[in-house]
């Protein structure tokens, strides 16, 4: 079974300084896809960033990066240089060898970015 | 701004009525998903079509019930909802699953529809 743990319901950062969002997982696939997602108030889900079981580099899209640590099972979201608009729920989430259409999402976390 | 859009953006509609949400993606995608979000909770699947063809029913109530006209257009039919099912709704977008992974199996989603049932 695929389980997606994110222990942070809730963060602070101070505008400008990094913040790690934390994303453990369970699987027993050798092949899966890891993924970060921000929802902002208004409700749309935006994709942020992706990394495959497989890649030997952590992902990086302009200020997000992913630190994969296979070996832990961990997959935590790094933003740097935090701005007010990051201030949002971010979810993790995971798709599956087997059916790679099936998404298993983290419970979230509420950041906030204070000025 | 996102290529795939639902409309509309809010609706509220009474426990005997019949709406409908619409969804529309231009990124050449062949999987199609819905999604309900209720506050501070994760996504929770619905359906996925692939190829236009129903691929996942995730045991929800037939109230709800997908449509998908053509590869570009899903739409959820509703009919006789209860107010437990006030919630947010997601329309989302994706290559169909090739069996391995990569990039392309990213999902993309719409803004949503909210529905509040009264």
């Known amino acids: 079974a695929q389980k997606i743990t994110q222990t942070q319901p809730g963060m602070f950062v101070q505008e400008k300084e990094a913040v790690t969002l934390d994303c453990t997982y369970d699987?027993?696939?050798?092949?899966?896809?890891l993924f970060w997602y921000k929802q902002p108030s208004s409700g749309e889900m935006i994709f942020l960033i992706y990394q495959g079981s497989y890649d030997q580099q952590n992902a990086t899209e302009g200020r997000y990066s992913l630190n994969f640590q296979k070996a832990r099972k961990s997959a935590n979201l790094v933003i740097s240089a935090s701005q007010l608009g990051d201030s949002a729920m971010y979810f993790c989430a995971m798709s599956s060898l087997y059916n790679f259409n099936k998404f298993y999402f983290g419970s979230g976390t509420k950041l906030n970015v204070k000025p | 701004d996102t290529e795939v859009t639902q409309t509309p953006k809010h609706l509220v509609m009474g426990m005997t009525n019949k709406k409908s949400l619409k969804c529309e993606q231009h990124?050449?995608?062949?999987?199609m998903y819905w999604y309900k979000q209720k506050a501070k909770k994760p996504p929770e699947l619905m359906f996925v079509?692939?190829?236009?063809?129903?691929?996942i029913n995730e045991s929800v109530p037939s109230r709800f019930s997908p449509e998908c006209p053509n590869s570009s257009l899903l739409n959820l039919h509703l009919h006789a909802l209860q107010p437990e099912d006030s919630a947010l709704y997601l329309c989302?977008?994706?290559?169909?699953?090739?069996?391995?992974?990569?990039?392309?199996?990213?999902?993309?989603f719409g803004e949503g529809s909210w529905l509040t049932v009264v």
């Open positions: 990124m050449g995608h062949r999987a």
């Open positions: 079509y692939s190829y236009e063809k129903l691929s």
């Open positions: 989302a977008s994706s290559q169909v699953s090739v069996g391995s992974q990569s990039y392309g199996n990213t999902i993309y």
């Open positions: 699987t027993s696939d050798p092949s899966y896809g």
